[in-house]
């Protein structure tokens, strides 16, 4: 998963903002009406309860993050349904640079995607209805749920850089990769985001799984993001107090045995991979069986570590390198 610095210097502290939690329904998208990303998230610090009004992050000044609020608790862009719905809202700054704008928007809509995918949402723009789970304009919240606001097309990414409707769509349901210097608002035009390193929490209890992190402990509170049935892109596999991990976020890991993946591995090589013995030595021609998207019972305590490599069992004596599996990070 794509890796974003984010400015926390300005991040409402414990006690400052709603201390309500979001359903994970929308990701909300607004632009700021004025230039300046840095200033605009000083703003929302400093009058977050005079004006009730903020949002989660700020983007701008040449791609850079601020985070305002936090992730999964209400805040105040959008009105009481959406604010209830969104764990994330985001605003774009304005600018009049046009190579700022690239690195901003490409920015703007890769965060989104990655906040979608991280509360399970898809990278739709404007789909449904009030109970479609999707990436909204807060244009599209004005047209469906409540307010008038007409951000951010219409008021600046159309006027100003020529973005349509359209174009943000295809954007938000594709990803952006390194426009900076090309045209603006160019994006790729194949999916950036394969199914292959995604897995879906299942058989955890009702009040949702722990997140971990890298040390053995529990991330607190992450039991209500990682709700049975939401899915998650993995960076990667770990073994953390003895079990295998997937990598969710900077340093979160969930565990194999709550998830899909739970007694199996999915191969994920597409020609194939080769099994290794316990000595660490491959066994030709097992690629032929091990083939992409083949499935394998492996318990999840036979996790074995060869020369620095994690490995799933999937006999006696065979072991697949557990980066060749769903979630293991191969791309
Ligand atoms: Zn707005």
């Known amino acids: ?52 009004t903020y949002v989660q992050y700020v983007i701008g000044d040449g791609g850079k993050i601020y985070q305002v609020g936090s992730d999964g608790y209400v805040a105040w862009g959008a009105g ?20 700022t704008f690239q ?19 898809p990278c739709t723009l404007d789909t ?32 100003k850089w020529g973005i349509t409707q359209e174009q943000l769509a295809h954007d938000i349901a594709y990803g952006i990769n390194g426009t900076s210097g090309g045209s603006t608002g160019g994006s790729s035009t194949k999916p950036s985001t394969p199914a292959r390193n995604v897995v879906t929490v299942k058989n955890g209890p009702s009040t949702g799984i722990a997140g971990w992190n890298s040390k053995g402990e529990i991330v607190a509170g992450s039991n209500t993001t990682f709700v049975n049935g939401s ?32 007694g199996i591995i999915t191969i994920n090589a597409i020609k194939g991979i080769v099994a290794y013995d316990g000595n660490g030595n491959s066994i030709s021609g097992t690629e032929r069986t091990f083939t992409d998207f083949s499935k394998w019972q492996s318990p999840d305590s036979g996790v074995k570590v060869i020369n620095g490599t994690i490995y799933f069992q999937v006999a006696t004596n065979e072991y697949i390198s557990a980066f060749y599996t769903i979630g293991g990070g191969n791309k």
Not at 244 to 249: E, Q, R
């Open 103 to 121: 690195k901003d928007y490409e920015t703007f809509v890769n965060f989104a995607r990655y906040k979608a995918q991280q509360f399970g949402i």
């Open 128 to 159: 449904g209805g009030k109970y479609d789970k999707g990436i909204k304009t807060h244009y599209w919240v004005s047209q469906n749920i409540w307010g008038s606001h007409i951000d951010p097309v219409q008021s600046y990414l159309y006027p």
């Open 80 to 99: 009481s349904y959406a604010n209830a719905n969104s764990p994330v809202q985001i605003e774009l700054a304005r600018t009049n640079d046009k190579a």
């Open 1 to 52: 998963m794509a890796q974003f610095n984010i400015n926390t210097q300005y991040a409402l502290g414990a006690n400052e903002g709603s201390s309500q939690r979001t359903n994970n329904m929308f990701i909300i998208l607004h632009e700021t009406t004025n230039v300046g990303a840095a200033n605009n998230a000083i703003y929302f610090k400093n009058n977050w309860s005079t004006t009730q």
């Open 231 to 262: 899915s998650w892109q993995s960076a990667g596999i770990k073994i953390i107090n003895g079990l295998p991990m997937y990598k969710v976020a900077t340093d979160e890991y969930i565990p194999k045995k709550y998830t899909d993946q739970a």
